[in-house]
């Protein structure tokens, strides 16, 4: 499966990351794409290099016309791929949805973030033809913790024919950033936030486990 997160505006690194640590985990060969061109992702890979924390899949940097074209070959040696195409509407972004088959949006619930929606769903028009097999779903990231936000952004986004918007939230917690900083997924933190981890596993149980690709 070719999982790309990604849309508009930032926050898709922490996803991206903590998927490709769960899924590698469950024992599957995963190769992590960074076609973001702040490259968050290969600094992320490369904090833990430096720090020899255990790696069991692959980061490669590829942008543009590259993830088109290699990834459908190099795909052949995986068993999944997820590619971070960071938050701008780039020819990154358009050629991970021309090959994906889940396009995740994070919106975190503030409203510069759903005045965003309008040029996703402009996005998602253009692609849907080259691409129909895409599904394309949002979740609310960094959710605010009393959760008047969330009902807003929620109701925005189910408003969205285009777009499925799921139940499940990730919350704005230090953890992320925390884990993040120091090359890691919130499950491998030695002090775990275990709010945070069930997140990250009912975002991957859906993906992995509920979509139908």
């Known amino acids: 499966m070719i999982v790309v997160v990604g849309g508009i505006k930032g926050g898709k690194t922490t996803i991206s990351t903590n998927l490709a640590v769960m899924r590698a985990a469950s024992g599957k060969k995963v190769l992590l794409v960074d076609g973001d061109e702040q490259k968050s992702t290969s600094m992320w890979a490369n904090q833990r290099d430096v720090l020899g924390i255990k790696t069991t899949w692959s980061t490669v940097p590829l942008s543009g016309k590259d993830i088109f074209y290699q990834i ?39 409203s510069l973030d759903v005045w965003t929606l309008g040029d996703v769903k402009a996005v998602i028009a253009e692609m849907k033809p080259a691409n129909p097999k895409l599904q394309v779903y949002a979740v609310i990231n960094q959710a605010d913790s009393k959760g008047s936000d969330n009902e807003g952004t929620l109701s925005i986004l189910q408003e969205c024919e285009e777009i499925k918007c799921l139940d499940i939230t990730i919350g704005s917690r230090k953890a992320f950033a925390n884990a993040a900083s120091d090359g890691l997924a919130v499950m491998e933190m030695k002090v775990q936030d275990k709010k945070a981890i069930q997140e990250i596993q009912d975002l991957y149980e859906f993906i992995y486990n509920k979509c139908v690709v």
């Not at 070959?73 to 999944?80: C, H, K, L, V």
């Not at 971070?84 to 949805?97: C, F, I, N, P, Q």
């Open 72 to 110: 459908p070959r190099m795909q052949e040696d995986y068993d999944d791929v997820i590619i971070d195409v960071g938050g701008r509407e780039t020819r990154s972004l358009r050629a991970g949805m021309s090959i994906g088959d889940v396009f995740l949006i994070p919106f975190k619930p503030r």
